[in-house]
T-cell receptor, first 115, second 112 residues
Framework: GAGVSQSPSNKVTEKGKDVELRCDPI?????LYWYRQSLGQGLEFLIY????????KSGLPSDRFSAERTGGSVSTLTIQRTQQEDSAVYLC?????????????FGPGTRLTVT | GDSVTQMEGPVTLSEEAFLTINCTYT??????LFWYVQYPGEGLQLLLK?????DKGSNKGFEATYRKETTSFHLEKGSVQVSDSAVYFC???????????FGSGTRLSIRP
């Protein structure tokens, strides 16, 4: 498949534990984005990568959240000391070029539940 | 700051009914506007877009016109089908920050 893939599809964790969410963008896409979709709310922008650098981290909700991207491809979103309010669907998207006007392709998401 | 407001759902219609989902935006500059759709169990997909005022985006029988004077981008379809049941998100492209700002989504259910 040539789409954006994310793993795991579902993750249940205990409050206080760390989690890692993975995103594999479409091959050749230079820009990668993370969003969060909380129950009953819209999509919230978290962070954007151009290559391996993150010009815009403004959406990360706290310093417990971090993300990295290696080799201009796979990205990992890490949430430390998870809290119940972190429960959400985490979506990854990629686009061919940075600044490409909205042509983002989304993965299926990772549903995170913090108990 | 830039924002998107869309009508709250859920919206329930009978098959072949006319659909309108309202969307208005607040933005500095001239953003591109989008409708994304999320079918049950699937990821978000771009449905249509318009990049400048008076442009009309269209796809799968859906249309939306970029109205600068009313800062709106309402989604319409003349005759909906059961397969159109999904959550629809209006969004704008915030170019200075390279990110999309989404509305809260509208759930649409079509009765056979």
């Amino acid at each position: 498949g040539a789409g954006v893939s994310q793993s795991p599809s579902n993750k249940v964790t205990e409050k206080g534990k760390d989690v890692e969410l993975r995103c594999d963008p479409i091959s050749g896409h230079t820009a990668l984005y993370w969003y969060r979709q909380s129950l009953g709310q819209g999509l919230e922008f978290l962070i954007y990568f151009q290559g391996n650098s993150a010009p815009d981290k403004s959406g990360l909700p706290s310093d417990r959240f971090s993300a990295e991207r290696t080799g201009g491809s796979v990205s990992t979103l890490t949430i430390q000391r998870t809290q119940q309010e972190d429960s959400a669907v985490y979506l990854c998207a990629s686009s061919l070029l940075a600044g490409e006007r909205g042509e983002q392709y989304f993965g299926p998401g990772t549903r995170l539940t913090v108990t | 700051g830039d924002s998107v407001t869309q009508m709250e759902g859920p919206v329930t219609l009978s098959e072949e009914a006319f659909l309108t989902i309202n969307c208005t935006y607040t933005a500095t500059g001239y953003p591109s506007l989008f409708w994304y759709v999320q079918y049950p169990g699937e990821g978000l997909q771009l449905l249509l877009k318009a990049t400048k005022a008076d442009d009309k985006g269209s796809n799968k029988g859906f249309e939306a016109t970029y109205r600068k004077e009313t800062t709106s981008f309402h989604l319409e379809k003349g005759s909906v089908q059961v397969s159109d049941s999904a959550v629809y998100f209006c969004a704008l492209w915030y170019s200075s920050a390279s990110k999309i700002i989404f509305g809260s989504g509208t759930r649409l259910s079509i009765r056979p």
